[in-house]
């Protein structure tokens, strides 16, 4: 029996080999290109390391540098045209300071009709309580002088007819005649000595508070112009510096505008304003630690003492830019005043990052 001839291993096409080969090829150098072509962006730098607390259980919150009498915004209550500016941003000021001035020429030139108004009125009163006047008083006495002695010559006359006798022609054409003259230098006489006595009475009291109320109407519209000429001069209600100033000279003003002309403010001490989110409302205490750290980089810290809690929840208005923060919160607003704001520059309005300290008691 012959042994069988021995079997030749079948190798698989060049095919099943190469095309692999060249897919795999392919593939690598596709990924080698679109590396290659999308840009590597390096990682950046945390330039400014956000606020730490020093606390372990503690409240965060925005709060907002204040002068100690808050911002105050002054305005007119006079339309006009400015004519000064007497203040400029950062000077300090004390109460009844000029700040800016309205031109003022018509209250002037109103000022001083009234003025003479007033002048007529007290002239009129010192004439009407001067009464009786020396002259009136005695053109009064003559008169009753003069009525008198016609007084006395119509009963002379009468008396010397009567002791003629009433049987006379003469006596009684003359009689009635006499009787009439006599009868009218009595009324004559009457009449002169009333009008003396009233001379002699001097002015009515009617007439004295007529004038007297004369006065009092011209006195009042004097002081009214003098009033209206001194607002026309807004002076500084509150010692402090000079915060904000949008005004010049030239511009015409009007109240009730919502320019905010000048602001005032007190910065020694600083407050800062806090808003707390209401659901940490129930954690805060007054007596904890809080401290105030500035943003940008700013290194140090600022102790705060209580002031005020507003005993009003309300919805939030300061924001932080953070994408995560809500603004449908409802925030809690505390009143701190800084302990040494000497150690480093704020200012009014900035933002700072504060702190509060939540005892181990309250928990987390």
């Known amino acids: 029996m012959s042994n069988p001839a ?40 945390i330039l400014i390391e956000p606020p730490k607390s020093p606390f372990d259980l503690r ?3 925005i709060g907002t540098i204040l002068p100690s009498s808050n911002v105050v915004s002054i305005g007119t209550a006079i339309a ?3 004519t000064e500016v007497a203040v400029k941003e950062g000077q300090k000021v004390k109460v009844g300071d000029l700040l800016f001035k309205i031109d003022g020429r018509e209250t002037q030139a109103d000022l001083a009709v009234a003025s003479a108004k007033l002048v007529v009125a007290q002239g009129k009163l010192a004439s009407v309580k001067a009464l009786p006047r020396a002259t009136t008083l005695h053109e009064a006495q003559a008169v009753v002088d003069s009525a008198k002695a016609q007084l006395v010559d119509a009963q002379g006359r009468l008396a010397r007819l009567e002791e003629l006798g009433i049987e006379a022609a003469t006596s009684r054409n003359e009689e009635p005649r006499l009787t009439y003259e006599l009868a009218a230098a009595q009324a004559g006489f009457d009449r002169a000595q009333a009008q003396l006595d009233e001379v002699k009475q001097g002015a009515w009291k009617e007439d004295v508070d007529i004038a007297n109320a004369e006065v009092l109407v011209a006195q009042a519209e004097v002081g009214r112009l003098q009033v209206q000429l001194e607002r026309e001069s807004v002076r500084a209600p509150i010692n402090g510096t000079v915060l904000y100033l949008d005004i010049d000279a030239g511009e015409h003003v009007v109240p009730g505008s919502l ?12 407050n800062v304003r806090v808003q707390m989110d209401e659901m940490d409302a129930w954690r805060f205490r007054p007596e ?4 105030a750290m500035p943003r940008g980089g700013a290194k140090g810290e600022f102790p705060l003492r209580f002031l005020r809690l507003v005993p009003l929840i309300t919805p939030k208005r300061l924001l932080n830019g953070d994408s995560a923060e809500r603004v449908d919160v409802r ?12 150690t480093m520059s704020v200012l ?11 005892p181990a008691d309250v928990g987390n």
């Not at 320019?259 to 600083?270: D, E, F, R, S």
């Not at 009014?348 to 939540?358: A, I, K, L, M």
């Open 80 to 82: 006009g045209d400015v």
């Open 59 to 61: 409240i965060s919150g």
């Open 331 to 342: 925030v809690m607003e505390v009143e701190y005043e800084l302990d040494n704001p000497g």
């Open 348 to 358: 009014p309005g900035q933002v700072v990052d504060v702190f509060v300290e939540v």
């Open 259 to 270: 320019q905010q002309m000048v602001a005032l403010g007190l910065l020694t001490p600083l």
């Open 288 to 291: 904890s630690k809080a401290i």
């Open 6 to 45: 021995p079997t030749r291993r079948k190798f698989p096409p060049m095919r099943y080999i190469v095309v692999p080969v060249m897919a795999a090829v392919g593939i690598a150098l596709v990924i080698v290109t679109v590396a290659k072509q999308v840009p590597r962006v390096p990682v950046e730098k």
